[in-house]
């Protein structure tokens, strides 16, 4: 992936899986994050877990990772006319996908987490009718809600990246997948694979 699609995908996920190597052995948390550029030499994901949740009390061993999925799919090589000329095909598995490691540093300060939970909850009630804001709710509650949770902050170090999206098929295979993606009703599929696919010479 280029720069400007990992931006995109750092940019514009929902959540990822985090993961830590500790002396306790591998923890993983789901958790939503946010891509904060401005922090260290190559941005930072910004996130949240229960105070309950014990992977934020365990030091990383090393660096953290946090995985983040794009879209991804089932390819069925019926959408190939490839198959129907020489039925050389196998079924596969598009995706996009990027490795974010990263040293991880552990928020416990409530005017921290209380700008991280407006600006997550932003960027997801964006769009909406009627976007909900913490200062919907009486503030007490939402003081409780700040102590029952810790900040995550993984400072990225680096970046390995990949989306296979049937960029080695040939041009009427990558028609077909567009097609089959659309008749399944995956459009976002069908656009990332049109995005992708190769200039012609």
């Known amino acids: 992936m280029d720069d400007a699609a990992v931006q995109e995908l750092l940019s514009e996920h929902g959540a990822g899986d985090l993961v830590t190597a500790t002396a306790e052995g591998l923890l993983v948390t789901m958790l939503p994050f946010i891509y904060d550029l401005d922090v260290g030499e190559h941005g930072a994901l910004l996130g949240h877990v229960a105070r309950n949740n014990d992977h934020w009390r365990h030091a990383p061993v090393g660096e953290a990772l946090v995985i983040l999925r794009g879209p991804d799919a089932y390819v069925s090589p019926d959408w190939y006319p490839s198959k129907a000329a020489h039925g050389r095909v196998v079924p596969t598995w598009n995706y996009v996908t990027a490795h974010v ?47 029952a949770i810790v900040g995550v902050e993984l400072r990225i170090s680096r970046v390995e990246a990949k989306a296979k999206l049937s960029q080695n098929r040939p041009a009427a295979d990558i028609d077909g997948v567009v097609r089959g993606s659309l008749a399944e009703g995956n459009e976002e599929m069908a656009r990332v694979v049109q995005a992708a696919r190769p200039v012609q010479a």
Do not use: C, M, N
Not at 118 to 137: F, M, Q
């Open 101 to 147: 490691y990263g040293e991880l540093v552990v928020h416990d300060d409530v005017e921290w987490l209380d700008g991280l939970v407006r600006r997550l909850t932003e960027k997801h009630e964006a769009g909406r009718p009627r976007p909900w804001s913490p200062d919907d709710a009486p503030p007490a509650f939402v003081a409780g809600q700040l102590r």
